[in-house]
RNA sequence: GCCCCGGUAGCUCAGUGGAUAGAGCACGCCCCUCCUAAGGGCGGGGUCGCAGGUUCGAUUCCUGCCCGGGGCGCCA
């Protein structure tokens, strides 16, 4: 069957040009009224045209209903309110939704709209200088579960997690790794003003000493030691997360091949540079900046922001038309630099490349108290202590489930507890709850969809069955918006909504009824009810239990 | 001072150029002889930060202001 609003928009479209022919090209919109006494979709497109065609809006919404060419979905269109035109469905129409699904199962919401374009998602990038603390944790989830959603739409979508390796912060580690030995050996060691205090540095010099001896003079030793430590943790971490990344891109390697270099030789022969002060700058302030920025200090050093170019560069060089950088807001001001350093090459760049999700800070409570992050001064909460407390699915849930431009407050005892305060174990028990049905029905959980399969869906008519029908039949659309917006909050919000359509249902009717044409139906209804509910979570990356 | 983002119920947060602004938690009452009560039902609770403007219609768009966060480095 095909998608009935699909059809119902075609049918409103062609009243429109029969009406009002002036605005045939008028766009035509079906929504979902967010009173269900108003019908499956309702259109606005009476009030809109009303002033362009000087005519009365419930006048006009009379004749294009008058006008609308006969379809097959359609039950009744009414007029409302100041002229809204509330279309109600079929039964037959709005029952296919179940049908659809159980059809296309895991790929149900899915859309081949933008298959084979390739599309990178850049997040994480902690320099590795501490542990992944709950910043990077959210960086993770709304990195990963953003190439989720891209890749529901088609996209070939590449993780990519770009290391610092090369900077001052590094040089800093080393010495701060340094200090912290010479102290353990019960030497005297000036500790760097700025150096990292956290535990975990004496325990990185304590392995140095363990493994590499008690000579200290070669700092680059130390520093490759202390990065190589400090990665491997940072990568069981974001395993135990279950975030896997497409490739690790260092930056020492733009270095050692060549990129800075040839990135500012290509920035020099663009004309947009000059030296002041014995430094070399970037008129950035020609691409919407607000200042000029230096790219070589007058020390002969880059500056980080020559790096983030060349490292643009690849990813633009490797085909990449589309990314998306996951970022903290704290480093808002990369993105005008970064995309003002590529528009200077001249290498047919878009303006707005790349995109950019800015996600604000979390703050930590425990205990009613918040708790300071800081790496420096060593007092932080880090992913693992994070999975390991609430489990990752709750992590994992929480931290999506805001918009990423909020500041989100992690409450470290609500995550933890395993009480109904938990959303996540609200949804997941949705699914829980209807594969615990279909067990008491005799059917395995894997079987289920072709048990019901061809179901006669016309006992499918209560008002909770019909909520249900349209919040499935909202997925598609739904799934789509999320990825256009790089929004995974709005699939946790869905999936609440979906689960909480469901518990009603449950509590409201009996599946397991005697009547064997309702008893499939309503079967079938939960099956695709739990297919969605999957196809949901697995766009965050959290488990669909079949028993809690 | 300038730039970016927030300000919606007691708390944590969704939402939208339209029809009576929602959810969870918290609070009160009610529902397991019956598919998992990790659930459901009913109820109280709001000047959508403030003030103007655009619009047939603004919580949504524009301007100004207030409050909170972040950024304004030859740091990353």
Avoid at 6 to 29: C, S, Y
Avoid at 202 to 230: K, P, T
Avoid at 397 to 408: H, I, N, T, W, Y
């Amino acid at each position: 069957m095909t998608d009935p609003k699909a059809e119902l928009e075609r049918a409103l479209a062609q009243a429109v040009a029969v009406v009002v022919p002036a605005h045939a090209d008028a766009a035509v919109v079906l929504e979902r009224p967010k009173q269900a006494a108003h019908g499956d979709y309702a259109s606005n497109v009476a009030l809109v045209l009303a002033k362009p065609a000087g005519r009365n809006p419930r006048q006009l919404a009379e004749a294009l209903v008058a006008s609308l060419p006969a379809c097959p979905h359609l039950l009744s269109a009414d007029i409302a309110g100041a002229g809204f035109i509330n279309f109600r469905l079929a039964p037959a129409a709005r029952q296919a939704i179940v049908a659809r699904v159980l059809a296309e199962r895991d790929a149900f919401g899915t859309s081949p709209v933008h298959a084979g374009q390739p599309v990178m998602v850049e997040f994480v990038s902690a320099n590795p200088t501490g542990p992944l603390h709950v910043g990077h944790a959210r960086q993770a989830a709304l990195g990963d579960a953003i190439g989720n959603l891209l890749a529901t739409q088609g996209y070939a979508v590449t993780r990519e997690y770009y290391y610092n390796d090369a900077g001052a912060q590094i040089q800093n580690l080393a010495i701060s790794v340094r200090a912290r030995a010479k102290e353990l050996l019960g030497e005297s060691a000036t500790f760097p003003e700025d150096g990292y205090r956290g535990d975990y540095i004496r325990e990185l010099a304590q392995h140095y000493l363990d493994r590499l001896g008690h000579d200290l003079s070669d700092i680059e030793a130390i520093r490759r030691f202390a990065v190589a430590e400090l990665r491997s943790e940072q990568d069981r971490d974001l395993l135990a997360f279950g975030v896997r990344f497409d490739r690790y891109y260092l930056e020492s390697s733009l270095y050692t091949d060549g990129l800075v270099e040839q990135t500012v030789a290509r920035l020099v022969a663009s004309g947009k540079t000059y030296e002041h002060e014995g430094a070399l700058w970037l008129r950035t302030t020609d691409f919407g900046d607000d200042k000029d920025r230096v790219m070589r200090k007058s020390d002969g050093a880059y500056t980080y922001f020559v790096p983030d170019v060349a490292y643009h560069v690849t990813k633009w060089e490797r085909g990449y038309a589309k990314v998306i950088n996951v970022q903290g807001a704290d480093h808002h001001s990369t993105v005008t630099r970064v995309r003002a350093g590529l528009q200077a090459l001249q290498m047919g760049v878009p303006a707005g490349y790349p995109d950019y999700v800015l996600h604000k800070m979390v703050t930590v409570m425990r205990g009613g108290e918040e708790v300071k992050i800081s790496k420096r001064s060593g007092s932080y909460v880090t992913v693992r202590e994070l999975v390991d407390d609430a489990g990752r699915d709750a992590v994992r849930f929480f931290l999506v489930s805001r918009k990423a431009d909020s500041e989100f407050v992690f409450d470290i005892d609500l995550a933890r507890s395993r009480s109904d305060e938990n959303p996540v174990y609200y949804v997941q028990y949705a699914h829980a709850r209807l594969c615990s049905v279909l067990r008491q029905a005799g059917i395995a959980v894997a079987d289920a969809v072709q048990f019901v399969q061809g179901a006669d869906l016309a006992p499918l008519q209560s008002p909770y069955e019909d909520a249900l029908l349209r919040r499935l039949a909202d997925y598609p659309e739904e799934l789509a918006a999320a990825a256009r917006d790089f929004a995974p909050h709005q699939i946790t919000t869905y999936l609440k909504e979906l689960a909480r359509e469901f518990h009603s249902y449950y509590n409201a009717e009996r599946f397991l009824v005697d009547d064997v044409v309702v008893r499939r139906a309503r079967l079938a209804l939960a099956v695709a009810s739990g297919q969605v509910l999957r196809n949901g979570l697995a766009v965050l990356s959290i488990a669909a239990p079949e028993e809690m």
